[in-house]
């Protein structure tokens, strides 16, 4: 079945450090892409998403490229404040009458003034 | 506008009982999921309600059911409660673009 799998964390970055969270998919046909962060004691927030191959999901400084050929939707930004420090999961639409969500295990980042 | 509401917020039950969870959608939102997110692990699809009928299921025993209400607010409802039931259970809904999901604060269910 489908599935997603994100890098394993806690990811620990200092304050403007580059940020990459990995994340790789296996689907069958072209499932929409979504990145979600949680923050303590909340629920999950859409960070941005990507519906089709090549497309760039961006929000808040963050962005994430829909890439078919390696079945990735690698999360990035260029300066992390401290404030991002939240659970980041990627997660996949199967695209089907349900709009199911299929989520990975989530990647924990702390970023340190 | 107000968001995806869910209560309560905390619960605490013991084995064997059992518990119902509320969720009201963002107005105009026709669509409700369930998910459970146990600790350290992402949500897990429950349920899907569209206008009142289930449209998708996912791996859970019949102990768990669902339902939605005319004004698409739905319930959960878990019988004979198990340890492996304590869970933060998050309630989502959509609107035309069912892709497009709003999560609610969850409730924070533990099972003693």
């Known amino acids: 079945g489908d599935s997603v799998t994100q890098m394993e964390g806690p990811v620990t970055l200092s304050e403007e450090a580059f940020l990459t969270i990995n994340c790789t998919y296996t689907?069958?046909?072209?499932?929409?892409l979504f990145w979600y962060v949680q923050y303590p004691g909340e629920g999950l927030q859409l960070l941005l998403k990507a519906t089709k191959a090549d497309d760039k999901g961006s929000n808040k400084g963050f962005e994430a490229t829909y890439r078919k050929e390696t079945t990735s939707f690698h999360l990035e930004k260029g300066s992390v404040q401290v404030s991002d420090s939240a659970v980041y999961f990627c997660a996949l639409s199967d695209r089907g009458n349900t709009g199911k969500l299929i989520f990975g295990q989530g990647t924990t980042l702390q970023v340190k003034p | 506008d107000a968001g995806v509401t869910q209560s309560p917020t905390h619960l605490i039950k013991t084995r064997g009982q059992h518990v119902t969870l509320r969720c009201s959608p963002i107005?105009?939102?026709?669509?409700v999921s369930w998910y459970q997110q146990v600790l350290g692990q992402g949500p897990q699809f429950i349920f899907q309600?569209?206008?009142?009928?289930?449209?998708g299921r996912g791996n859970f025993p019949d102990r768990f059911s669902a339902r939605q209400f005319p004004n698409y607010s739905s319930e959960l409802n878990v019988n004979a409660l198990l340890l492996g039931d304590s869970a933060l259970y998050l309630c989502?809904?959509?609107?035309?673009?069912?892709?497009?999901?709003?999560f609610g604060a969850g409730t924070r269910l533990s099972v003693l």
């Open positions: 309600y569209y206008e009142k009928e289930e449209r």
């Open positions: 107005s105009g939102h026709k669509s």
């Open positions: 989502a809904t959509s609107g035309t673009d069912k892709n497009i999901q709003y």
């Open positions: 689907a069958t046909g072209y499932p929409s």
